[in-house]
């Protein structure tokens, strides 16, 4: 039963490039989160999103930040025109479409360095 | 207001050892979940152990428990026995359903060091 698969897991970009960074939930969920994590800090919520619509994206950047999750195929963060302020950890994460009770599963992240 | 507070930036232990990392919350949702994830330096999000706001008994799962004292808004998480694997960083998070869903606030964390 494969988990939450996420990436690549290693990504460099130059400054003013595209980052793509890809997430396959687990077989069954139907709902993905995408978390940031800066170098020793925790985790700060960035999108919310089922299929095909974005639920809560109010931990997204305004500019240059977006997500989707396509009706077939992985979610997809999209990061345009990277700054080094953008170098951190991104964490994709699912669920079953259920309330509080259920942990969310991690993949194991997507590490961005903008050189 | 933080939603989540470990006050414990660093905490050391001997192996064998028990240890308890300290959590407390804020919320006004009767209803909400508390979860615990342990993050090696390898990086990944492990999850340990979840609580109920209206479970009775503490939960427990193996050598890990959580100490949930309601009225105070605490859900310490106990490590019995420790093991130099244990050393990581440790992350309380809570889930709650205000809005009609819910995501996963983190608290900064606790870096847990076990040594022999």
């Known amino acids: 039963n494969a988990g939450v698969m996420q990436n690549p897991r290693h990504l460099v970009r130059r400054r003013g490039q595209e980052a793509r960074l890809r997430c396959s939930p687990m077989k069954g969920h139907s709902h993905v989160y995408w978390y940031r994590q800066l170098p020793e800090e925790g985790l700060k919520f960035m999108v919310y999103l089922q299929k095909e619509n974005i639920i809560d994206e109010s931990g997204m950047p305004k500019e240059r930040f977006s997500a989707e999750f396509p009706k077939e195929g992985p979610s997809i963060l999209r990061i345009q025109q990277v700054v080094r302020g953008d170098s951190a950890a991104y964490f994709c994460?699912?669920?079953?479409?259920?309330?509080?009770?259920?942990?969310?599963?991690f993949g194991n992240g997507t590490r961005l360095t903008v050189t | 207001a933080q939603k989540i507070t470990q006050t414990q930036p660093g905490m050391f232990v001997q192996e064998k050892e028990a240890v308890t990392l300290d959590c407390t919350y804020d919320?006004?949702?009767?209803?909400?979940?508390l979860f615990w994830y342990k993050q090696p330096s390898s990086g990944e999000m492990i999850f340990l152990i979840y609580?109920?706001?209206?479970?009775?008994q503490n939960a427990t799962e193996g050598r890990y428990s959580l100490n949930f004292q309601k009225a105070r808004k605490s859900a310490n998480l106990v490590i019995s026995a420790s093991q130099l694997g244990d050393s990581a960083m440790y992350f309380c998070?809570?889930?709650?359903?205000?809005?009609?869903?819910?995501?996963?606030?983190f608290g900064k964390g606790t870096m847990l060091l076990v040594s022999p």
């Open positions: 919320t006004s949702d009767p209803s909400y979940g």
């Open positions: 998070a809570m889930r709650e359903s205000l809005s009609g869903y819910s995501t996963l606030t």
């Open positions: 994460a699912s669920s079953p479409p259920t309330g509080t009770h259920s942990p969310l599963h």
């Open positions: 609580q109920g706001s209206y479970d009775q």
